[in-house]
T-cell receptor, first 110, second 115 residues
Framework: QKEVEQDPGPLSVPEGAIVSLNCTYS??????FMWYRQYSRKGPELLMY????GNKEDGRFTAQVDKSSKYISLFIRDSQPSDSATYLC??????????FGTGTRLQVFP | DTGVSQNPRHKITKRGQNVTFRCDPI?????LYWYRQTLGQGPEFLTYFQNEAQLEKSRLLSDRFSAERPKGSFSTLEIQRTEQGDSAMYLC?????????????FGPGTRLTVT
């Protein structure tokens, strides 16, 4: 079993929809949670960073962490075709090493 | 402020050849990381440096792989006697010493194809 599980998708939604992306994990030592966006053949781009449990909002993006359930989410409001990409969750304990999910491919169609 | 840069962007090599990749981190970022990403997977940690010191190496990093960061600035990743299984995207990331160390900023990657 992988330490971080993420549905690979693809997830296809119409423009303007609310998108929900999720990851589950097994390592209770994880305290730092990140979401990256990766366009095809590009490097990952850091979107959101959260420490421990709780919510964090940045524009159209909201990250949620539920450590009791070992479950994290990224919500995208008013989705745009330019949001079409692969979204990677990543986690870490007190080390510098990030553990990534496999990524969820999102397609937003006009 | 420029981001992380990596060269070359693409490399095609024959099995058995040696290859070397370069990463230039964001200026004043003390930490530098190497990851490998295969198709349909997330990046996997290979190794990281704090300044010039290599502090951790993954079990994924076989003896054919070596990384250096002389003078604590740019880094190189060398793969000796390449194998077809080495075909992947090699990603470099950096983060500042102060502040949130888990905010790692990635470069565009070097795509390696071993034929």
């Amino acid at each position: 079993q992988k330490e971080v599980e993420q549905d690979p998708g693809p997830l296809s939604v119409p423009e303007g929809a609310i998108v929900s992306l999720n990851c589950t994990y097994s390592n209770s030592a994880f305290q730092y949670f990140m979401w990256y966006r990766q366009y095809s053949r590009k490097g990952p781009e850091l979107l959101m960073y959260t420490y421990s449990s709780g919510n964090k909002e940045d524009g159209r993006f909201t990250a949620q962490v539920d450590k009791s359930s070992k479950y994290i989410s990224l919500f995208i409001r008013d989705s745009q075709p330019s949001d079409s990409a692969t979204y990677l969750c990543a986690m870490s304990d007190n080390t510098d090493k990030l553990i990534f999910g496999t990524g969820t491919r999102l397609q937003v169609f006009p | 402020d420029t981001g992380v840069s990596q060269n070359p962007r693409h490399k095609i090599t024959k099995r058995g050849q040696n290859v070397t990749f370069r990463c230039d981190p964001i200026s004043e970022h003390n930490r530098l990381y190497w990851y490998r990403q295969t198709l349909g997977q997330g990046p996997e940690f290979l190794t990281y440096f704090q300044n010039e010191a290599q502090l951790e190496k993954s079990r994924l990093l076989s003896d054919r792989f070596s990384a250096e960061r002389p003078k604590g600035s740019f880094s190189t990743l060398e793969i000796q006697r390449t194998e077809q299984g080495d075909s992947a995207m090699y990603l470099c990331a950096s983060s500042p010493l102060a502040g949130v160390i888990h905010e790692q900023y990635f470069g565009p990657g070097t795509r390696l194809t071993v034929t």
